[in-house]
């Protein structure tokens, strides 16, 4: 018989509306998932997904809810549980960038960015943690980056943010872990997105060359290593920040 990695699971995705949340919504149903999944504004490429996903004959539903408001993510979370049944996966996706030197930052983007990235992995991961509790099993997988390990010059909010998952994540790991619930953190490098084709080709083929694996990595590089932490095969795994970067941060 060829079982799928995640058949029978539930996974909960946050911010798939676009890039790499999109290809783990894909790459979950693919291997069997149930997918439940957030966007904000894109709302037609989220009903679009929908229809793509239930193509793998699994069940599919998106949801128009801001990751960054306490409330609406406890009301998602309660009405997926409805809708679903149970969630074993959920994945902290969502993220925004406000750039610029911290000499032209204003107050709203810190906030923005804080809110964005790390006060909805803390409203989800929280709203999440009681039917977890419940059936006694969980996998929490929560979207850091590189530049979260190491800064980066005109990110220090984004940064921040991103280093402040990292410590969130441990946190939940050590205090869920007697409930077979795990919490881990996927470290994207440079990721080739429709982000960064606008960008100078120079500027890219420049980073593609520091990098050790010579090339940028892909939206399917990152949701492979999600499917890995979503699936029972890291079942001993918890705590830990796997960097997706062809080995750029060595
Ligand atoms: P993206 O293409 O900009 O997509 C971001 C997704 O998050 C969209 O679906 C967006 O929904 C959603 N979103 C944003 N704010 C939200 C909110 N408050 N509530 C709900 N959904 C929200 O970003 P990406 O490049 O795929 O990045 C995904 C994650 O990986 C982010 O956390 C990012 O920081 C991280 N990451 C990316 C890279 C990279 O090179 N691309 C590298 C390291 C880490 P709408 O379309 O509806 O706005």
């Known amino acids: 018989m060829n079982m799928k990695l995640l058949q029978g699971k539930t996974a909960l995705i946050t911010g798939a509306s676009r890039g790499i949340g999109r290809d783990i919504a894909l790459k979950f149903a693919e291997q069997g998932a149930n997918v439940a999944f957030t966007y904000l504004s894109s709302v037609e490429k989220g009903q679009a997904l929908e229809k793509e996903l239930e193509a793998f004959g699994i069940k599919a539903k998106g949801y128009r809810s801001d990751a960054a408001d306490f409330k609406a993510a406890e009301d998602l979370v309660n009405t ?67 530049v979260g390990v190491k800064g980066n010059a005109g990110q220090s909010n984004y940064a921040a943010s991103k280093a402040g998952i990292i410590g969130f994540t441990k946190s939940i790991a050590l205090e869920l872990g007697s409930r077979n619930i795990r919490s881990n953190a996927i470290a994207p490098g440079f990721i080739e997105t429709e982000m960064t084709d606008a960008l100078d080709p120079k500027v890219v083929a420049g980073w593609r060359e520091a990098i050790p694996l010579k090339r940028g990595g892909t939206v399917a590089d990152v949701a492979n290593a999600t499917v890995f932490l979503a699936s029972d095969m890291s079942a001993y795994i918890t705590g830990q920040v796997l960097n997706v970067c062809g080995g750029m941060l060595t």
């Open 80 to 146: 997926v549980i409805t809708d679903f049944g149970t969630v074993d996966v959920l994945v902290n996706n969502a993220g925004i960038t406000r750039d610029t030197l911290l000499m032209r930052m204003s107050e709203q983007q810190w906030d923005e960015v804080m809110n964005a990235n790390l006060k909805s992995v803390f409203n989800l991961t929280k709203a999440i943690t009681k039917p977890m509790l419940k059936q006694r099993k969980g996998s929490i997988i929560n979207m850091s980056s590189v």
